[in-house]
């Protein structure tokens, strides 16, 4: 079974700083996806990035970028120029191909501050 | 277009008594799924329906959960009887096809904070 392990439960940096999370996971398979979610108090999961593990390009969004090392199983998010309202707690999350199904990884509550 | 809607947003109630809870996915999204999330911890599947088939109820407590799709439109959870442990906020998301080679994005709903006293 699948396993996706994030060791930082609390960051706090201050506001326009660049902060990042790590995640690890375990898995046999060779092909599937990755993902970082976003979940704010109002407590709706929003997605913040996704990457292929066949594409070794690290994905892209804005000031929301991850470093990907499949050999190591390590997929970390870095929020440059963190803004007031990154403040959330973030998930790491594996899906294999064509299961469809999310493993999400305990959390990193983050906190920008003014 | 409108997102997935859940009600109730909260709920409380004892031990032992029974609840419901009812998840709207968006239009069109054939693939639905229920997680739970318990404070502290990431979410965690419960069932995954396509249509009105289940794909996958591996890590459902059948013994006081159940969950139906009816029409493979809307879908309520069920648990008889609750427990303490079963306080949780539970995770209605959805999308367009499940079981496939390419990735489908899932789409979550603002959830229903079920505390269980």
């Known amino acids: 079974a699948q396993t996706v392990t994030q060791s930082q439960p609390e960051m706090s940096v201050q506001e326009a700083e660049t902060v990042t999370l790590s995640c690890t996971y375990d898995?046999?398979?060779?092909?599937?996806?990755l993902f970082w979610y976003k979940q704010p108090p109002s407590r709706q999961m929003i997605l913040v990035i996704r990457?292929?593990?066949?594409?070794?390009q690290n994905a892209t969004e804005n000031r929301f970028s991850v470093n990907f090392q499949k050999a190591a199983k390590s997929f970390s998010l870095k929020i440059s120029d963190s803004q007031l309202g990154d403040t959330a707690m973030y998930f790491c999350?594996?899906?294999?191909?064509?299961?469809?199904?999310?493993?999400f990884g305990q959390g990193t509550r983050l906190t920008i501050n003014p | 277009e409108a997102g997935v809607a859940q009600s109730p947003r909260y709920k409380i109630i004892e031990k032992r008594q029974s609840v419901a809870f009812w998840c709207n996915p968006i239009s069109g999204h054939a693939t639905l799924y229920w997680y739970q999330q318990i404070l502290g911890q990431g979410p965690k599947l419960l069932i995954q329906f396509q249509n009105n088939g289940v794909v996958d109820d591996s890590q459902l407590p059948k013994d006081r959960f159940s969950a139906e799709r009816l029409k493979g439109v809307d879908s309520t959870l069920k648990i008889q009887p609750a427990k303490l442990e079963d306080s949780a906020v539970y995770l209605c998301?959805?999308?367009?096809?499940?079981?496939?080679?390419?990735?489908?994005?899932?789409?979550f709903g603002p959830g229903t904070r079920l505390t269980v006293l």
């Open positions: 998301a959805s999308s367009l096809v499940g079981q496939q080679i390419t990735y489908n994005e899932q789409f």
């Open positions: 990457q292929e593990a066949y594409k070794q």
């Open positions: 898995t046999s398979e060779n092909n599937y996806y």
């Open positions: 999350a594996f899906m294999g191909q064509g299961a469809q199904k999310l493993v």
